[in-house]
Nanobody
Framework: QVQPVEPGGGLVQAGGSLRLSCAADTFSGYAMGWFRQAPGKEREFVAA????????YYGDSVKARFSISRDDTMNTVYLQMNSLKPEDTAVYYCAASTNDKYMVWSWNYAAWGQGTQVTVSS
């Protein structure tokens, strides 16, 4: 069972950029997703990429600002976040799944990282 780990996160000013990374022993063959949860809100889909990069999805609130990528040689998945807004403030979670049919749904993912805090100041 793959176990994602998300180091990083941090504090950034509105309009700035931040790159999150997610690592594990192996991601080869897994669909990978990023979700986020702000205080008092439900977990929200951010982005997902399937095992061969042929399908990539983004949540409506982050389209054109965020970019997901993966490097299977490094067993790392990245989330590049640009033009950050205060409403992007949340705990961000990386997740892995052997099923790439329902990548926008959190229930599709069996393995989750511990989460990393991203705070965007206005």
């Amino acid at each position: 069972q793959v176990q994602p780990v998300e180091p990083g996160g941090g504090l950034v000013q509105a309009g700035g950029s931040l790159r999150l990374s997610c690592a594990a022993d192996t991601f080869s063959g897994y669909a990978m997703g990023w979700f986020r949860q702000a205080p008092g809100k439900e977990r929200e889909f951010v982005a997902a990429i399937n095992w061969d990069r042929s399908r990539i999805y983004y949540g409506d609130s982050v389209k054109a600002r965020f970019s997901i990528s993966r490097d299977d040689t490094m067993n790392t998945v990245y989330l590049q976040m640009n033009s950050l807004k205060p409403e992007d403030t949340a705990v961000y979670y990386c997740a892995a799944s052997t099923n790439d049919k329902y990548m926008v749904w959190s229930w599709n993912y069996a393995a989750w990282g511990q989460g990393t805090q991203v705070t965007v100041s206005s």
